[in-house]
């Protein structure tokens, strides 16, 4: 099989099926990239690649190549995964890179071959580029699109990839036993794919059409991003009353319905997929005149973007107003912790806004520095969290990597000149903090002892004491 794309999606997919035991030939247009996956090195941070990676190219089972026709003799199994990011200055997703793909390998194709698509996708993409494959191909040749949407997250691309909770794919129409002769190839193909996985550690799969395949990853994703939109939003509220959203979660989150995960409030989602994904779903909504339905996810993202501001607040007013000549310690770049990727981040979108805003941000993350360099080359960076905080007047914890959850707040204090910890994530153990004598502020938690604000005091008139 081959794999076009080798991003963070594509890699770990080539990977991981070379891993089950498969010939994998792995394609990309970026020559670089290709010349350092050929050598066993993964371009990205993604914990227990690079030993997979290695070890399968080191048994030959698994190569690079920026060649289409080497691609197109190679393999009758072609998955894509390359990547569909949001169009500038608009909402809908830029779907150009996958079309480029089968525009490209398509005439190349001397005999049938079964195209899966893995990127996410607006909803009825696949049926478009069958109808690109169809125009491009060989007389006599036959290309099957089906669609294979990705779950895996960065951080556990590995396990998310060798041990999926569940498959979904989606054939085209008349792809029963029944259908064109593709049909039953492509089943036949995609079943041997996935069945060492399938042997080892079962998971329910999900056979259906196109378009409710492409529409399961969006809408998986808008799940996501309104779960944690949710709790931001009750943050807000319990900002306001003088109450702990993070006990509020608990407490909810115990309910099965509602489940604890992604309900961890603070700064808010990021990164390559949920900003992106939900715009593109509302978008797309909106061609196919069901706008209306997804008009709630608009409040999803703003509700989302609202919570960098309410960080930059916070900071602000710990620094009494006015963040001109402070130092602030930003700890954390990634969008998430054990990831490099600074797309969309929170963490560095923050640490922006605070420099915009007359603050020094000096910011320390594990792994994501060198990208964080490159999207904003003009904020300060130190080499461990210790030397960010150095002089610091304010700390403040923008990803939840486990070496600042682990902080020693007394070696902290040997090094800051504030003593003011703000938490964007929740992820800090207050009391700790507290008991070595920091002020600890988190969004969606009240300060002990503050009364709620007077707004949220004022009852209506008539229920007052006369
Ligand atoms: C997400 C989905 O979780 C994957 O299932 C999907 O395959 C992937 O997008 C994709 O479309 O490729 P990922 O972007 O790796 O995965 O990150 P998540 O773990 O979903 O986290 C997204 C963001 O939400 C992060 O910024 C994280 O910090 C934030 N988050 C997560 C919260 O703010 N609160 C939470 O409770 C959970």
Known sequence: MTVFGTG???????????????????????????????RGEVPFYEPGLPEVLLRNVESGRLRFTTDYAEAAEFADLHFIGVGTPQRTGDFAADTTYVEDVVARLSPLLERDAVLVGKSTVPVGTAVRLQGIADWHVRDGVHVEVVWNPEFLREGFAVRDTLTPDRIVVGYGEGAGPDGPRGASRSRALFDEAYAPILESDPCPVIETDLATAEMVKVSANAFLATKISFINAVS???????????????????????????????????????????????????????????????????????????????????????????????????????????????????????????????????????????????????????????????VLVATEWGEFVELDPDAVAAVARGR??????????????????WTYRALGRGVPGRAPTAASRTAPAELLPV
Not at 20 to 34: A, M, Q, S
Not at 343 to 369: E, I, T
């Open 420 to 437: 003011v910890l703000l938490d964007g994530r929740n992820c800090m153990p207050a009391d700790r903090w507290r008991a070595a004598g």
């Open 236 to 394: 807000e509220v319990c900002e306001a009353a003088g109450a702990d959203v993070t006990v509020l979660a608990d407490a909810i989150g115990i309910d099965p319905r509602i489940g604890r995960k992604f309900l961890g409030a603070g700064l808010g989602f990021g990164g390559g997929c949920l900003p992106k994904d939900i715009r593109a779903f509302m978008a797309r909504a909106g061609e196919l005149g069901a706008d209306q339905a997804l008009t709630f996810l608009r409040e999803v993202d703003s509700i989302n973007m609202r919570r960098r501001e309410k960080m930059i607040d916070l900071a602000e007013e710990v620094c009494g107003g006015n963040l001109i000549g402070r130092t602030v310690a930003v700890l954390g770049a990634a969008f998430k912790p054990n990831s490099d990727d600074v797309r969309d981040s929170p963490a560095l979108n923050v640490a922006g806004m605070l420099s915009l805003k007359g603050a020094c941000a000096v910011v320390y993350d594990p792994q994501a520095l060198d990208n964080a360099r490159r999207l904003f080359p003009t904020l300060a960076y130190a080499d461990s969290a210790l030397a960010a905080c150095e002089g610091a007047d304010v």
């Open 8 to 38: 963070y999606l594509g890699a770990t997919h080539a990977a991981c099926m070379a891993e089950l035991g498969h010939d994998v030939l792995g394609v990309d247009v970026d020559e670089t990239k290709i010349e350092r996956l050929r």
